[in-house]
């Protein structure tokens, strides 16, 4: 799915409150991560996952790894917080069209 700036921005200011849903540990990026990456955006439509490492590149390459393997969209990412959305089929959060 593909976002345009004016969807983004509306998910930005959606995600603005919420939390961090899921935090990768010590063992970095394992199946059982992804797997509750994977069911908490199933359940949300909207999640922040935070990625508590000081390497820019690793963290680039973690974030990338997650988009793909869940097939969700990245809204955003800043700091060591990535924002993720994928629309479910009950579609609970209604984007603005393009």
């Known amino acids: 799915m593909t976002l345009s700036n004016k969807q983004k921005q509306y998910l930005k ?3 603005h409150s919420l939390k961090p849903v899921v935090q990768l ?5 394992t199946e059982g991560v992804l797997a ?15 990625i508590p490492t000081d390497d820019k590149d ?5 974030m990338d ?22 629309q479910s089929d ?3 959060i209604e984007i603005p069209r393009k």
């Open 36 to 50: 509750e990456i994977d069911g908490a955006i199933k359940h949300h439509e909207l999640i922040k996952v935070k």
């Open 65 to 86: 790894a997650i988009v793909r393997e869940t097939g969700a969209t990245k809204v955003h990412a800043i700091g060591h917080v990535l924002v993720l959305f994928k």
């Open 25 to 29: 540990g010590n063992n970095g990026l």
């Open 58 to 62: 690793e963290k680039t390459l973690i």
């Open 90 to 92: 009950e579609k609970k």
């Open 13 to 15: 200011g959606l995600a």
